[in-house]
């Protein structure tokens, strides 16, 4: 950690804490700038008790380190409280399971004025909650995901809960299995259509929801990715699945997605039938897969087990009919009932932007009956059903539990796996919608860190189709970072990819990313003209390698930084969404145009951007040196204010 940012949090200066630190016990330099990691809460603890023993008498400071020890014990038994890296006071509050207004004494004596429905951040609320009494850590971003996608899946069980379920309700069936082992080619012939056709590589993009009958049962079934890349995608379309389907080939047997996605679903407790597909080739060998089977503990049922092995032919659609009835054998155990009447409630499968449709999300009906005009609530989204139509785009009136449609209606896009409910009153949608205008309050937060910047970084622009594929793509990216090198999206989008983004991919040099998204007419010209190259994929590996392979690129780059020289900011000119012009005095040095600006305020940095072009005297010039006036465009985020020192630097990468 920076050390200017250690004396922020400490509210001390920079010089005083290394002149100080020493004392402590801490070995740092006087011209130290960063302070090991692992040193840093020992040394926030020790500058603590320093504080509370320079306030008390020498009498007071004895019957302190005698109670030091029984504090000490103490901390080692403090319970842990994960939190975000923000989190609103008064969730924080219930968290800790603390009256709120001692929360915000406790904020208050830490110098923050914060209101019950503002955030803070981490940094903060670590603090705040080690003088608590708390020890608290960071969620991952794995438990993020989790707890958002146990939340919601509470959520939709106690609104299940509450109605009473006494009609039956088709089974909602997850099909899965390992990537090329013909998990699709399953569903193409289930409903004798050909999906696989119009998608990329032969491997399904987006989670889609269809319908098949058998005997005048309906069943519905959920097409979730088998690529790797597309795990959060799985994982969430399992939060809604009745009966899982596992696609193995029996020419190939079991693969590491195959054992994933088995797991999966002995954690979520679903009932799953093994499809043993491929049983056409002249290569197959179905003993070969129930024998890797009963290595794992799930002997197939012929061989006096549990586990439901079905052999067919998704090419010669052979032996179908009976995978559809022992799903439904599977469904009868399972004893599906559901509320047809009153409110209904279900679970965003898939969301998109339609140029013409607006914003489009696929929700499946859990319980209730979904109608034309219906009032909904999804997350912080709102509407009216505008319009409910099936998979081959037909119009319904209403959508009954078990059935999966596509609904217009939406104000914006809701998250996939949100809950969507409808309400009978209006007022409870304009109630949502001062909770989410109180509830986005600003986030308390400090300077931002040096740190970062001195990793290389490859900052990415991404637009995708769909939200599904957006966080498949944000995950798998995460992936790529190492200590070395990261992949930074500074922005994201759905849709198609619009002259701003040209714009910002030319003042941030970003990697300007399509995935299923096209450029504008206007936006493809404007990429022309500024050169700015527009990497368009259809297959999210692809899209990963060629991520990977300019990391590897900035890896083996080295990037020389050169100070030149200063300015005072004396007046701001003009300021835009991603560029600020403003005029100073150059203090120190000289400065030239194409050249990195680091903007600082009292000390601390607080973003980096770009120096573009440099006037003086209103004529363009290429330098001006110290002691003279200038005026300057700057390309980043229009954060500068009068008095802002500006460091100029020049960057040569060998």
């Given at each position: 950690m920076n050390v200017t940012e250690l004396a922020r949090r400490l509210k001390v200066p920079t010089k005083e804490l290394l002149e100080t630190l020493p004392e402590l016990g801490f070995d740092i330099g006087k011209?130290?700038?960063?302070?090991?990691?692992?040193?840093?809460?020992?040394?926030?603890?020790?500058?603590?008790?320093?504080?509370?023993?320079?306030?008390?008498?020498?009498?007071?400071?004895?019957?302190?380190?005698?109670?030091?020890?029984?504090?000490?014990?103490?901390?080692?038994?403090?319970?842990?409280?994960?939190?975000?890296?923000?989190?609103?006071?008064?969730?924080?509050?219930?968290?800790?399971?603390?009256?709120?207004?001692?929360?915000?004494?406790?904020?208050?004596?830490?110098?923050?004025?914060?209101?019950?429905?503002?955030?803070?951040?981490?940094?903060?609320?670590?603090?705040?909650?080690?003088?608590?009494?708390?020890?608290?850590?960071?969620?991952?971003?794995?438990?993020?995901?989790?707890?958002?996608?146990?939340?919601?899946?509470?959520?939709?069980?106690?609104?299940?809960?509450?109605?009473?379920?006494?009609?039956?309700?088709?089974?909602?069936?997850?099909?899965m299995g390992?990537?090329?082992?013909?998990?699709?080619?399953?569903?193409?012939?289930?409903?004798?259509?050909?999906?696989?056709?119009?998608?990329?590589?032969?491997?399904?993009?987006?989670?889609?929801?269809?319908?098949?009958?058998?005997?005048?049962?309906?069943?519905?079934?959920?097409?979730?990715?088998?690529?790797?890349?597309?795990?959060?995608?799985?994982?969430?379309?399992?939060?809604?699945?009745?009966?899982?389907?596992?696609?193995?080939?029996?020419?190939?047997?079991?693969?590491?997605?195959?054992?994933?996605?088995?797991?999966?679903?002995?954690?979520?407790?679903?009932?799953?039938?093994?499809?043993?597909?491929?049983?056409?080739?002249?290569?197959?060998?179905?003993?070969?897969?129930?024998?890797?089977?009963?290595?794992?503990?799930?002997?197939?049922?012929?061989?006096?087990?549990?586990?439901?092995?079905v052999p067919i032919s998704a090419k010669k659609k052979e032996n179908l009919d009976s995978l559809l009835e022992m799903i439904l054998l599977v469904a009868d155990v399972e004893e599906l009932k559901a509320d047809p009447e009153g409110l209904a409630a279900g679970t965003i499968i898939e969301t998109h932007k339609d140029k013409n449709e607006g914003p489009v999300a696929t929700v499946l009906v859990q319980t209730g009956t979904l109608r034309l005009g219906n009032l909904v609530v999804v997350g912080d989204v709102t509407g009216k059903i505008k319009a409910i139509k099936d998979e081959y785009d037909k119009n319904y009136d209403s959508a009954p539990p078990g059935k999966p449609v596509k609904i217009l209606g939406l104000k914006n896009t809701p998250e996939v796996g949100d809950v969507l409910e409808v309400v009978d009153d209006i007022r409870l949608i304009k109630q949502k919608h001062k909770h989410k205008h109180m509830s986005?309050?600003?986030?308390?937060?400090?300077?931002?860190?040096?740190?970062?910047?001195?990793?290389?970084?490859?900052?990415?622009?991404?637009?995708?189709?769909?939200?599904?594929?957006?966080?498949?793509?944000?995950?798998?990216?995460?992936?790529?970072?190492?200590?070395?090198?990261?992949?930074?999206?500074?922005?994201?989008?759905?849709?198609?990819?619009?002259?701003?983004?040209?714009?910002?991919?030319?003042?941030?040099?970003?990697?300007?990313?399509?995935?299923?998204?096209?450029?504008?007419?206007?936006?493809?010209?404007?990429?022309?003209?500024?050169?700015?190259?527009?990497?368009?994929?259809?297959?999210?590996?692809?899209?990963?390698?060629?991520?990977?392979t300019e990391l590897d690129k900035i890896k083996t780059q080295q990037t020389t930084r050169v100070e030149l020289g200063q300015i005072k900011v004396l007046a701001i000119f003009k300021t835009a969404k991603d560029h600020m012009i403003v005029g100073g005095e150059v203090t120190k040095g000289k400065v030239t145009p194409n050249t990195v600006v680091k903007v600082v305020r009292n000390g601390e940095t607080q973003d980096l951007g770009k120096l573009a072009e440099l006037q003086s005297s209103k004529e363009i010039v290429t330098e001006v040196a110290a002691g003279q006036q200038c005026g300057l465009r700057y390309n980043g985020r229009p954060i500068i204010e009068v008095g802002d020192t500006l460091e100029v630097y020049q960057e040569k990468t060998e």
């Open positions: 011209r130290a700038i960063k302070v090991d990691d692992r040193l840093v809460d020992k040394i926030i603890r020790a500058w603590s008790e320093r504080k509370r023993r320079a306030s008390m008498s020498e009498q007071e400071a004895k019957i302190k380190e005698v109670k030091l020890g029984d504090k000490d014990e103490k901390a080692a038994d403090a319970p842990v409280v994960k939190i975000p890296d923000t989190i609103v006071v008064r969730e924080y509050a219930e968290i800790l399971q603390v009256p709120v207004n001692k929360l915000m004494i406790e904020l208050m004596k830490n110098g923050i004025m914060a209101t019950l429905n503002q955030a803070i951040d981490f940094e903060t609320a670590n603090i705040i909650g080690e003088d608590l009494g708390f020890k608290i850590e960071r969620l991952s971003a794995e438990e993020k995901e989790a707890a958002a996608a146990v939340g919601q899946d509470l959520k939709l069980k106690e609104i299940i809960r509450q109605r009473a379920a006494t009609t039956d309700r088709p089974p909602v069936v997850i099909v390992h990537v090329d082992h013909g998990k699709t080619t399953v569903l193409d012939a289930l409903r004798e259509t050909n999906v696989i056709g119009s998608e990329s590589g032969g491997i399904t993009q987006h989670i889609g929801a269809y319908q098949v009958e058998l005997n005048g049962r309906i069943i519905t079934f959920l097409d979730t990715p088998g690529h790797e890349a597309f795990k959060a995608m799985r994982s969430r379309g399992s939060k809604v699945a009745d009966v899982a389907v596992i696609v193995v080939a029996a020419d190939d047997g079991l693969q590491p997605q195959t054992i994933e996605v088995i797991t999966l679903c002995q954690k979520e407790n679903i009932p799953f039938i093994i499809a043993i597909n491929k049983v056409d080739k002249e290569t197959a060998d179905i003993d070969r897969v129930k024998t890797e089977l009963a290595e794992i503990n799930l002997s197939p049922e012929d061989w006096g087990g549990k586990t439901i092995c986005s309050g600003s986030t308390i937060t400090g300077a931002s860190s040096d740190d970062e910047a001195e990793i290389p970084t490859l900052p990415l622009i991404l637009r995708t189709d769909v939200v599904g594929s957006q966080e498949a793509i944000i995950e798998a990216l995460s992936k790529l970072n190492s200590d070395k090198t990261r992949a930074k999206i500074i922005k994201k989008g759905l849709g198609y990819i619009t002259d701003v983004d040209i714009m910002e991919a030319e003042n941030s040099g970003a990697m300007l990313i399509g995935f299923h998204a096209k450029p504008s007419k206007s936006a493809e010209q404007l990429a022309r003209d500024k050169k700015i190259t527009i990497h368009q994929y259809e297959i999210i590996y692809k899209l990963l390698e060629e991520v990977k």
